[in-house]
């Protein structure tokens, strides 16, 4: 077993709406091992989304502790969170949420504008992630002048462009068809096995499931199944 | 490092009509600010030019104005016991200058004549050019005795009929017109306004006894207030005031226009206020993911904030340059001359309103302000997007 990259211990989300109290979280223990891509299944309400959060930094957990590399993000303030995030975990979501005013280059380039980077490494960073995505030749088109399947590429491009350790996908292929759809998951295989990213996917599709080598149902904010896969080849990911 | 420039410039330029709109609204704030911002420093400086400090208006005790006020000759004569005014070498002549102020309506060139204005004209002697310091004679001036007259170079400008070798007909001896032989300026003060011709003269052509005023010109270092009081005082009766008093209650009813056009600028950039902050309500609004998505990876709630700031100001400098240059395009298509009545001698006083640097970085920063003011409570709105719940949302 490799060095935990996220690890939850006894963690409880409870949201309060009109005084009345909703769990989402209940006791989750989880450990995720560094280099692993896992994806979380679940109907929807089981907590997928809010367990991503957590490992986010997005939101706090009401009890229990959240470990991602050797940071404890429920000790740590908003202000802490936010450069945390900056710094250590790329997003991916499903409608993209690419600045529709700025081009495929400026979307990529907005992490690194939080970094002290000359303009000239700025360029250059981005232009690595784009190749990787395959868009080098999009970098000045806006998104719409992109199809879906370039969009997600091109939000990819920004959460890796400051080489985070940990990749969180918020149902990537949840907006794209199934041609794309695989595109983009054997994209995330790419990562995950030449560059060694931690990916944490939530997914309601039992095919997109498989490029993972882990699988955690979640339901009621119970960890119901924790499933290993046999992990995929690399052959398979193919960006194209 | 804030969110690119580029950003925020074509986050103004997809919004083209709202944008359009904004500008249009803090773009006549600003032309209105610039003119009368302009006006007020015009004001400021033709009655700072026309105030010599050694310099005293004596009028009739109870008068407002030279128009209303009538001294008697012997009145005068007591003037010239006053032992701090300026004396002519070797003569020993005082420094007071006898003057008969009457109006006459002249039609105004910016119009066509299609309206009139009444102008000042002033009853001299030989001694007034050198009590008024600042007056400079172009050309020629009135021969005494002679049917003559010259002008101001601010009325000469704003009034038809008073070009060189031009007559104006005056009092009543309207059989014997007066030639315009000259030109005169002050300085840019009120009297360019006006028209000077030699006293007695225009006395027999109103049909006058009286003088309306007397200006005195006191030796250097002497100080203003004894005079004063001395001539306000029960041996002479009259009522004296320095020229910066005089002038600055002449121009009372400018101020209280002024004042006004204050309040409506003010009321205009509440408007202008509004206008940007509902605009941000609405970018705020339509961008509730975008900056969800800023924050997530990593932009805080302060680069939020000053991003949506720093749109709002440079959405109120497209307004405030288009005002600017709105101002300039109205001064030179309509003049820079503007002319006014004074409070009580409802003659014209004229000024030459100036675009200065100065007054377009202080249109620049009050404009940059109101939009930072305008935009502050959607920017803080927009610092406080709760990410979780906005992401969910999308």
């Known amino acids: 077993m490799g060095a935990a990259a996220i690890e939850l211990t006894d963690v409880r989300k409870v949201y309060r709406k009109n005084r009345i109290e909703i769990p989402v979280l209940e006791g989750l223990d989880l450990r995720i091992e560094s280099g692993t891509f896992v994806v979380l299944m679940g109907p929807s309400g089981s907590g997928k989304s809010t367990l991503l959060h957590l490992i986010g930094g997005l939101d706090q957990p009401t009890s229990g502790r959240v470990r991602v590399g050797d940071y404890h993000l429920e000790e740590m303030t908003e202000r802490e969170l936010t450069t945390w995030r900056s710094r250590h975990v790329g997003f991916i979501f499903q409608m993209y949420h690419l600045v529709p005013v700025l081009t495929a280059a400026q979307n990529v380039e907005l992490p690194l504008l939080l970094f002290r980077m000359s303009a000239a490494e700025r360029r250059e960073r981005v232009r690595t992630a784009l190749s990787v995505v395959g868009l080098e030749d999009r970098m000045d088109h806006r998104p719409n002048q992109l199809s879906g399947g370039q969009e997600q590429r091109v939000a990819i491009a920004r959460a890796i462009v400051t080489d985070p350790e940990v990749i969180l996908a918020d149902e990537p292929t949840g907006d794209l068809d199934a041609q794309t759809s695989e595109g983009i998951l054997n994209l995330l295989n790419l990562l995950n096995t030449d560059f060694g990213k931690t990916i944490l996917m939530v997914t309601h599709d039992p095919k997109a499931a498989a490029h993972g080598q882990r699988t955690l149902h979640l339901d009621k904010g119970v960890l119901e199944r924790d499933t290993m896969h046999a992990p995929r080849a690399a052959a398979a990911a193919s960006v194209n | ?394």
């Open chain 2, 1 to 394: 490092m804030a969110l690119p420039f580029s950003y925020h410039w074509r986050n103004l330029l997809v919004r083209k009509t709202t944008t359009g709109l904004n500008i249009l609204v803090v773009a006549a704030v600003v032309g209105v600010f610039c003119w009368l911002i302009g006006f007020a420093g015009a004001l400021h400086s033709s009655l700072a030019t026309a105030s010599d400090s050694r310099k005293l208006i004596v009028l009739k005790s109870g008068a407002t104005s030279e128009s209303n006020s009538a001294i008697r000759t012997d009145e005068y004569n007591k003037l010239n016991q006053i032992a701090e005014v300026e004396r002519l070498p070797g003569s020993g002549a005082p420094l007071i200058s006898p003057e008969m102020i009457v109006q006459v309506q002249l039609p105004r060139v910016r119009d066509q004549g299609t309206t009139r204005a009444n102008v000042g004209v002033r009853g001299v002697t030989e001694t007034a050019l050198q009590v008024h310091r600042n007056i400079k004679v172009l050309g020629r001036s009135f021969a005494p005795g002679a049917q003559e007259v010259i002008a101001g170079v601010s009325a000469a400008k704003q009034f038809g009929g008073l070009e060189i070798g031009e007559t104006i007909h005056l009092g009543y001896a309207s059989d014997r017109p007066y030639r315009i032989v000259g030109y005169f300026s002050a300085a840019g003060g009120p009297l360019e306004s006006e028209i000077w011709g030699y006293l007695p003269s225009l006395m027999n052509a109103y049909n006058r006894a009286m003088y309306s005023s007397a200006s005195m010109l006191l030796q250097p270092g002497a100080a203003a207030e004894p005079v004063i009081t001395q001539i306000n005082g029960p041996a002479i009766q009259l009522k004296a005031q320095t020229e910066a008093q005089y002038w600055s209650e002449q121009a009372k009813n400018i101020r209280i226009y002024l004042n006004i056009t204050y309040v409506l600028v003010a009321i205009m950039s509440l408007a202008a206020i509004f206008s940007i902050a509902n605009t941000m309500f609405s970018s705020v609004a339509g961008r509730t993911r975008e900056i969800a998505m800023l924050r997530t990876i990593g932009f805080s709630g302060v680069q939020i904030l000053t991003g949506f700031l720093l749109e709002a100001v440079m959405l109120s400098l497209l307004g405030a340059v288009m005002g600017c240059l709105g101002c300039a395009a109205w001064l030179a298509t309509v003049g820079r001359t503007k002319d006014m009545f004074g409070a009580t001698t409802f003659t014209s006083l004229a000024f030459e309103i100036q675009l200065t640097p100065m007054i377009i970085l202080a249109a620049l920063g009050c404009v940059a302000l109101v939009g930072a003011v305008g935009a502050l409570f959607p920017a803080w709105r927009a610092a406080r997007v709760q990410v979780v719940t906005a992401l969910r949302e999308a």
